[in-house]
């Protein structure tokens, strides 16, 4: 089949959206269909080698927080270019309502649109200003599909009509199958907690660790913090109650990632709002770690509402520490825990996913197919 | 603005305004009823390859005698019940109601024959990555009538989302006013259960 998938947000930012365009064109392309993506870029050969680059890449502030989009006629004439001389079977486009490529190219199209809605908190505000011009456009999507129930909530309320669940993947045995490196994983009298996510974006809770710390220090003296992601580790490291604590990793490549992500004993994810999925739980969760999470819906639904892991108040520190303290006192109960963490896991690895979605492409195409058919008899008689 | 050939030239800018908007909105609606036949089109496809799976399982001797015999006969209901005319507009509510009802049966049928087909059950998820969580994930037959099954439900929801966009446009007074629906039936959503969570409930209420 030849998909054209359609990426909103430059790839030279890393971001859910970008992740999860990259590793479905990659999947596809390895099960034989012919995948092309289209995303925000100026220059090619910064893009991965499946990837076209759809011109300038502005940074504008979006839906709280900046985004690197592009717009514009020049941006708006190479994506309809790219659109007609693709002649894709299937145009899959991401994040339809933002103000980006994705919107210029359901502009542009002429077949069928699949959309894929990823996040779980629209601007209302905006949405509701300019939604009438942007009814016709989105009346050409064929299928909608929403990554998380609370993503498919957002448009039922926000745009109306129905969208159909396919969950973010994950390429669940790369971290199955992470080394573990020895300065990073824990003992009994020193046991490791790990965090994943930029410091500077409140949203994902480093100031909850922070505050969680002394509890977690004062019955577990031992007890290391490795936290890895982008921002200000100095300014990070200064706050800090207790700077013996925590040791920064900054940003790390993927490997890095999987390896401490397959090394730590327990995975907590403090975060407090803007999650409509929570990708970096079934990282940790396939990884073999113990997650203690905040009860945000999106986690609840990717933990089985604590089957395969520990949840907490979100946003309450005092919640957290006991969340993770629960853990780090009883190894056998948080490997059982991780164990049906990492059998849950699989329900997200691209294998199942990536089926879901070539359902979703092969019952529009089914429809197309047959109305055609049907066309060509009438015409016959 | 006295002069009359500003009133003129005012008076031929708002007509080409107007016929633009009534274009433009005409090949919205247009465009609507294609998807709304398209969609419609998939989901008979996927209706008949269910219940062709499900008319193989019943024959195949894997189900227990009164499975097979339910599953059997709600199948050839289904296979039997009206199909979508080649043209939309030549379809009648007598036809339908007759075609969903029948393939209510079936799922419930299904559900009853295997139980926990529906969405819920994602095909791929179990089978052999589960070892043995659901031994009947291994079998290709029950495969082949879960997946149509999950097929199914995909189809009913995206056909519905385009009878509820079009029914939205076509109830506009402009739409209504200028007669741009033409001819074409009002559509309907397909309102049968499908095995998903919210099978059979219409969409939009």
Redesign the interface.
Known sequence: MRVGIVCPYSFDVPGGVQFHVRDLAEHLSGRGHHVRVLAPAEDPATLPPFADAAGGVVAVPYNGSVARLSFGPVTAARVRRWVAEGDYDVLHVHEPLSPSTSLLALWAAQRPVVATFHTANLRSRAMQAAFPLLRPSLEKIAARIAVSEDARRTVVEHVGGDAVVVPNGVFTERFAAAPRRPEWCGTPERPVVAFVGRLDEPRKGFGVLREALPRVRAAVPGARFLVAGRGDVEAARAALPDPGAVEFLGAVPDEDKRSLLASADVYLAPHTGGESFGIVLVEAMAAGAAVAASDLGAFRRVLGDGAHGRLFATGDPAAAADAVLALLRDPVSRERLARSGQRAAHRYDWSVVAAEVLAVYETVRAGEDAHRAGEQRRGRR | MNDPLAWALAGLLTLCLLAWYLS?TAQ?LD??HR?V??????????LTRRASAALELATSGRLDPAASLLLADAATASLDAPRTP??LRDATAADDVQRWRAESDLTRALAAALPGTGEQQ????TGA??GGADADGADPRVRRVR?AA??V???R??H???V??AR??RSKRVVRAAHLAGHARLPETADFLDGTADGGAP??S
């Open positions: 433009g919205r465009r609507l998807r036949e398209t969609s419609r089109a998939a989901l008979d496809a996927e080649a043209a994602v095909p791929g998820a990555h589960e997946e999950h097929r439900g995909l189809a929801r995206f519905n989302d385009a509820v966009q939205r446009l969409p939009g």
